[in-house]
């Protein structure tokens, strides 16, 4: 045998130990992901779990983003130069510290005006099929531009909010890098697709991965208790699964509020009727998610209660014409409350100085 053929031997017999070693540490790497249940990297695996034809599924980790994009979205999440007043930021209303959300009943924006409808949480909004109660926005980027822009908001205007940033010499410099040199420098600088594609490609790293549901859900029996799993059961038979299901426990259909009785409580506010003009779309509303609803009352979009007891009876009566025992009601809760994800951990983004040619706050 010359030196070559030897060679040759040695590498492809080496190279089928490698597969055979490799493979058996695949094997015992998928039997120890059915043990306890850590948090992170590992729940992201192929694992396929007997649980995976329940009409709620868990929502997936995603490391996938580009992280720069990420930064710069985060900085403006929290750049309350956005604003006319200079003092609101979109974390105002949709506080990372509470849930995503601002438990006011509704809003309050630039010059104290109070807002009409109670402030959706941003965390998981990228499951949501389009934004906003009536879904007026068909995305999250669509989405961002609005409070910039809206007087009961921010205050601001697109034009003011951009030539802020561009007064700003680091923020000229971060979009450059995301956006390209060329079209910063020899075009016209910073425009608001930019601001709006950074803050949403930001919003869309808001998951709530692992929550006790979810690991129920990839198998972990212990993960939520006899009388959570109750709740569940309750929750399906009852029929609320007919409008609260996938990965976001609802945000992937429009519903009448009042499906089974009209709602009397707020005949004001019309719903998806405002963006169709279509008499069967009034009162219809997108079906909000329920992932973290323990942590952003009040609930509905007129904040009628702030107490998820009464929610779930509101639901049961307008929604389904039913009337669930008190027992059922706190079974039901007991499981709305495993929803609660791993929370985003944010680190508070520190903001460029303003320069001499930064327009001013202005609170009128
Ligand atoms: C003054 C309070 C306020 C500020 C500031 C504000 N929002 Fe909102 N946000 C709301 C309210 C109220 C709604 C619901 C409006 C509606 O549905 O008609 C909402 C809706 C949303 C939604 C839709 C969520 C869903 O489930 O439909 C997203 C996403 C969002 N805001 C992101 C942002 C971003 C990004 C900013 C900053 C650029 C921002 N908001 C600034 C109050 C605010
Ligand atoms: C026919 C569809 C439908 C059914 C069935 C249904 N819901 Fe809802 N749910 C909705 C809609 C639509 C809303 C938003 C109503 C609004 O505020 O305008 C909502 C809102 C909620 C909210 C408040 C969410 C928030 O962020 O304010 C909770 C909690 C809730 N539902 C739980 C339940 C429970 C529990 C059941 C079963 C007893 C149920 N739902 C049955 C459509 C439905």
């Given at each position: 045998?010359?030196?070559?053929?030897?060679?040759?031997?040695?590498?492809?017999?080496?190279?089928?130990?490698?597969?055979?070693?490799m493979?058996?540490?695949?094997?015992?790497?998928?039997?120890q992901?059915?043990?306890?249940?850590?948090?992170?990297?590992?729940?992201?695996?192929?694992?396929?779990?007997?649980?995976?034809?329940?009409?709620?599924?868990?929502?997936?980790?995603?490391?996938?983003?580009?992280?720069?994009?990420?930064?710069?979205?985060?900085?403006?999440?929290?750049?309350?130069?956005?604003?006319?007043?200079?003092?609101?930021?979109?974390?105002?209303?949709?506080?990372l510290?509470?849930?995503?959300?601002?438990?006011l009943?509704?809003?309050?924006?630039?010059?104290?005006?109070?807002?009409?409808?109670?402030?959706?949480?941003?965390?998981?909004?990228?499951?949501?099929?389009?934004?906003?109660?009536?879904?007026?926005?068909?995305?999250?980027?669509?989405?961002?531009?609005?409070?910039?822009?809206?007087?009961?908001?921010?205050?601001?205007?697109?034009?003011?909010?951009?030539?802020?940033?561009?007064?700003?010499?680091?923020?000229?410099?971060?979009?450059?890098?995301?956006?390209?040199?060329?079209?910063?420098?020899?075009?016209?600088?910073?425009?608001?697709?930019?601001?709006?594609?950074?803050?949403?490609?930001?919003?869309?790293?808001?998951?709530?991965?692992?929550?006790?549901?979810?690991?129920?859900?990839?198998?972990?029996?212990?993960?939520?208790?006899?009388?959570?799993?109750?709740?569940?059961?309750?929750?399906?038979?009852?029929?609320?699964?007919?409008?609260?299901?996938?990965?976001?426990?609802?945000?992937?259909?429009?519903?009448?509020?009042?499906?089974?009785?009209?709602?009397?409580?707020?005949?004001?506010?019309?719903?998806?009727?405002?963006?169709?003009?279509?008499?069967?779309?009034?009162?219809v509303?997108?079906?909000?998610?329920?992932?973290?609803?323990?942590?952003?009352?009040?609930?509905?979009?007129?904040?009628?209660?702030?107490?998820?007891?009464e929610?779930?009876?509101i639901?049961?009566?307008y929604?389904?014409?039913?009337?669930?025992?008190?027992?059922?009601?706190?079974?039901?809760?007991?499981?709305?409350?495993?929803?609660?994800?791993?929370?985003?951990?944010?680190?508070?983004?520190?903001?460029?100085?303003?320069?001499?040619?930064?327009?001013?706050?202005?609170r009128?």
């Amino acid at each position: 045998m010359n030196l070559g053929k030897f060679t040759t031997i040695i590498c492809l017999l080496s190279f089928v130990v490698i597969n055979i070693v490799m493979l058996s540490f695949a094997i015992a790497d998928e039997s120890q992901s059915r043990v306890g249940y850590g948090r992170g990297g590992r729940m992201s695996g192929s694992f396929k779990s007997p649980r995976s034809d329940e009409p709620i599924q868990p929502i997936p980790i995603s490391f996938d983003y580009n992280r720069a994009k990420v930064e710069l979205g985060k900085k403006l999440f929290f750049e309350p130069r956005l604003s006319k007043s200079g003092w609101i930021t979109c974390n105002s209303c949709h506080n990372l510290s509470t849930g995503g959300a601002d438990n006011l009943p509704s809003s309050i924006g630039h010059k104290w005006f109070l807002g009409p409808i109670n402030s959706p949480t941003v965390l998981n909004s990228k499951l949501n099929l389009a934004q906003f109660w009536d879904g007026r926005a068909k995305d999250l980027k669509e989405q961002a531009g609005g409070p910039i822009a809206n007087p009961l908001e921010m205050g601001s205007n697109h034009e003011l909010a951009v030539s802020v940033l561009q007064s700003i010499p680091e923020y000229v410099q971060w979009f450059s890098e995301i956006y390209g040199l060329e079209e910063m420098y020899g075009g016209e600088g910073i425009n608001i697709d930019q601001v709006t594609d950074a803050i949403a490609a930001f919003e869309e790293t808001l998951i709530t991965p692992n929550a006790r549901f979810d690991l129920w859900l990839k198998d972990y029996d212990n993960a939520i208790s006899e009388l959570e799993k109750e709740g569940y059961d309750l929750f399906k038979e009852k029929g609320c699964i007919a409008c609260h299901n996938g990965v976001g426990v609802g945000g992937n259909s429009y519903q009448k509020f009042g499906m089974a009785k009209p709602y009397d409580k707020d005949p004001h506010t019309l719903g998806r009727y405002n963006v169709t003009k279509k008499e069967k779309d009034k009162y219809v509303f997108k079906v909000p998610l329920l992932r973290n609803i323990e942590l952003t009352a009040p609930y509905f979009h007129d904040a009628s209660t702030w107490d998820l007891s009464e929610a779930v009876n509101i639901m049961a009566e307008y929604q389904l014409g039913l009337t669930l025992t008190d027992s059922e009601v706190s079974k039901i809760v007991a499981f709305l409350r495993t929803l609660t994800g791993d929370q985003p951990s944010i680190i508070f983004p520190i903001l460029p100085p303003s320069t001499a040619t930064t327009p001013e706050p202005n609170r009128n």
